[in-house]
Antibody, heavy 119, light 113 residues
């Protein structure tokens, strides 16, 4: 079955960087688009970024564009989110999610990793 | 960006009764080339990640009980739970995947009366 396991979260000071990872198993990782979605404490879901199966196409929300970079290593079945210039408002649980073969909804989700930005 | 607006923000329904959640998009989500509405519904229970219920506005994901039904087209969509069960207590979100950024609605909290 599909498994997505995020890691790399933690407490970081404003302005610093953090890299999240998401290891995928149970499906052919290299043929699916992948997403990052976040949820701030007590708030709703916010879509962050998506990457195409081959890694060539990447799209971001306005709130993270220019600061965050989504990438993937298909040989390692791993999705990444490099987060630079972190702000207090980036504090959230970050989920990775698998897309379907057709369309770009979030078909399966990991358990999430917590990111806290605080001095 | 496409804005997704759900109503109501919260809903209290008796066990066995029908629950209806609405989702309105600021732009048309029906793509004329394939006649599909690029709209999904998710359920989020406390302490769990979101779970996909419905995609293409009305296609039920595998394993989702048939009491969950998605309907609508263009800019107006509805998620209906035909006979509310205790395990349906959750926050429900709609999401458009017609164009990036793929925006979510603000969520509707469903509780038991």
């Amino acid at each position: 079955q599909v498994q997505l396991v995020e890691s790399g979260g933690g407490v970081v000071q404003p302005g610093r960087s953090l890299r999240l990872s998401c290891v995928a198993s149970g499906f052919t990782f290299s043929i699916y688009g992948m997403h990052w979605v976040r949820q701030a404490p007590g708030k709703g879901l916010e879509w962050v970024a998506v990457i195409s199966p081959d890694g060539r196409d990447k799209y971001y929300s306005d709130s993270v564009k220019g600061r965050f970079t989504i990438s993937r290593d298909n040989s390692m079945n791993t999705l990444y989110l490099q987060m630079n210039s972190l702000r207090a408002e980036d504090r959230a649980v970050y989920y990775c999610a698998k897309g379907p073969l057709s369309g770009s909804y979030c078909q399966a989700w990991g358990q999430g990793t917590q990111v806290t930005v605080s001095s | 960006d496409i804005v997704m607006t759900q109503s109501p923000d919260s809903l209290t329904v008796s066990l066995g009764e029908r629950a209806t959640i609405n989702c309105k998009s600021s732009q048309n989500l029906l793509y004329s080339a394939d006649n599909k509405n690029y709209l999904a519904w998710y359920q989020e229970k406390p302490g769990q990640p979101p779970n996909l219920l419905i995609y293409w506005a009305s296609t039920r994901e595998s394993g989702v009980p048939d009491r969950f039904t998605g309907s609508g087209s263009g800019t107006d969509f509805t998620l209906t739970i035909s006979s509310l069960q205790a395990e349906d207590v959750a926050v429900y979100y709609c999401q458009q995947y017609y164009s990036v950024p793929y925006t979510f609605g603000q969520g509707t909290k469903l509780e038991i009366k």
